[in-house]
């Protein structure tokens, strides 16, 4: 191989090798690392949420699990202070159990359940219209699987590495959510 072909074949490779690493820097390393669309139609970027614990549910009004959303909400109360933000996400992908407008959702939430946590943009949480972040969560986090039903909740920790998962029927206000809010959170200061 001559010299010129030599440097081409090397700057080609490289070219190729910093392509890669350039396509993995891009990859989301957590779910923090996302944007999505909050309930008002603007951009959510869940980057913003670094320093605080989330839980981060996929809700819906119409299910037998929808009463949830009172405990969910006695969580924010309880825990706002101290950094914990709960995060509803709708999704229809179960029943079709949240048919309702982004405008309908918070409504019924705010009028039924007197919601004041932060609400999301109906996305899907399964199937070939999965969001790119239940993408991460049920393939690549520590605390993979498909999502089972609605009011599937998953921990986050300041760091923004997911910490726990709660089945729907495990409900907010339990002793295991409880315990692994309390630990994410640290002791309480004074």
């Known amino acids: 191989m ?14 190729s090798v910093t392509a890669v690493r350039g ?19 603007k951009p959510f970027d869940l980057g913003t949420l670094r320093g605080k614990v989330v839980l981060l549910v ?3 009004s119409k299910c037998g699990l929808t009463p949830q959303y009172t405990e969910l909400q006695a969580l924010h109360e309880r825990y706002q202070a101290r950094g914990l933000v ?6 229809n992908d179960f029943g079709a159990q949240e048919p309702g407008t982004d405008a309908e959702i918070r409504t019924f939430c705010t009028s039924k359940y007197n919601v004041t946590f ?5 996305i899907s949480v ?7 972040l239940y993408r991460w969560l049920t393939v690549s986090s520590p605390k993979t699987g498909d999502i089972a039903w609605n009011f599937t909740k998953f ?9 726990d998962r709660f089945e729907p029927k495990v409900t907010p206000g339990s002793a295991d959510v409880a315990a692994a809010i309390e630990k994410a959170l640290g002791p309480e200061k004074k």
Do not use: E, Q, Y
Request: aromatic residues 2%; negative net charge.
């Open 86 to 91: 709960v995060l509803g996400v709708p999704a």
């Open 23 to 41: 396509a993995d820097a891009a990859k989301p390393a957590g779910p923090l690392d996302f944007t999505l669309t909050g309930n008002d139609g």
């Open 155 to 163: 921990l986050i920790g300041r760091d923004g590495a997911v910490i």
């Open 58 to 60: 996929n809700v819906a």
């Open 2 to 15: 001559s010299p010129a072909t030599c440097l081409i074949a090397v700057t080609l490779l490289t070219m």
């Open 118 to 122: 932060p609400l999301l943009s109906k």
């Open 126 to 132: 399964k199937g070939d219209a999965m969001h790119p």
